[in-house]
């Protein structure tokens, strides 16, 4: 096939691109059309006829709007938090720290994302427990947080901090350090310079970074669960609705929403250039 380079690259992309049309998309596509069906509620068997009763409950009772915002509202919020961490942990690992020393760096980034997410959400669970190690720093028990929704951002902010930190430091090495250098020889100051040159240069690996740990909080549903107390999020009410409630149709229909407000988020991104930063 040496003389067929258009059937070598077939033959190469056909196995992976079979794989994600029928893994990704066709599970993405199973999700769209079962949200249009229903459960009927006699027997509890799947009516596969095109219906919009379950979009009409999500739009018009006000409990799923608010858990649509405060899930939002969530994924934003830790979106920030890793933002406000990441820029200057990775200005110091591009910038500041020696050449070995950033290998190391890097490492450390890395390392926590080696370890299972269950046991960094229960460890969590124990720190910010009543009497935990938190509610000490905070001056008796029942001071700290506790479980809940700052909890749920404090945890999720820590689980996906890498996902910002990585993007962030691979744009910040690649800005030549001449800029840096001729802003202060300008005599600009270092606040000056990180504002008016730094900033704005990072702005498309801040977005990046954003949709891992903006969609990543989204969808997640397992930290509330752990530390979120009596919080619920989107994630929370598609796996009650999988589970007990056993409507699938219905937990279809709730799925949709991350799904719309990712693909909204994703052309909101996409003119900063932050997905060719991925």
Excluded at 10 to 27: D, E, K, Q, S
Excluded at 39 to 66: C, D, Q
Aim: aromatic fraction near 10%.
């Amino acid at each position: 096939m040496h003389r067929h380079p258009r059937w070598q690259l077939a033959g190469l992309l056909a196995a992976p691109v079979l794989w994600l049309v029928v893994a990704y998309l066709g599970a993405l596509g199973v999700l769209m059309v079962s949200a249009f069906w229903t459960v009927n509620g006699f027997t509890g068997g799947i009516v596969r006829e095109f219906s919009l009763a379950n979009f009409r409950t999500i739009l018009g009772e006000e409990v799923y709007r608010t858990v649509t915002l405060r899930s939002v509202g969530v994924a934003a919020a830790v979106t920030v938090i890793c933002a406000v961490v990441a820029v200057p942990m990775a200005f110091y690992m591009a910038k500041v720290a020696s050449a070995r020393s950033r290998h190391w760096l890097v490492i450390a980034v890395l390392t926590p994302l080696w370890a299972s997410y269950l046991v960094k959400a229960y460890a969590w669970r124990v720190l910010l427990g009543n009497g935990g190690p938190i509610d000490s720093l905070f001056g008796g028990p029942g001071r700290g947080p506790g479980y809940g929704l700052t909890a749920t951002v404090i945890v999720l902010a820590y689980l996906w901090l890498p996902y910002m930190i990585l993007p962030i430091y691979a744009g910040l090495d690649r800005l030549p350090d001449s800029l840096l250098e001729a802003s202060a020889d300008l005599g600009a100051r270092a606040g000056h310079t990180l504002r008016r040159i730094v900033l704005p240069l990072l702005v498309p690996s801040v977005a990046a970074g954003s949709i891992f740990t903006f969609s990543l909080s989204l969808g997640d549903y397992i930290t509330v669960q752990i530390v979120g107390g009596k919080t619920q999020l989107i994630g929370n009410l598609v796996y009650a609705n999988i589970g007990a409630a056993g409507n699938l149709p219905f937990a279809a229909a709730l799925a949709t929403i991350p799904v719309l407000i990712m693909v909204i988020y994703l052309i909101a991104v996409r003119r900063s250039g932050a997905l060719e930063e991925l």
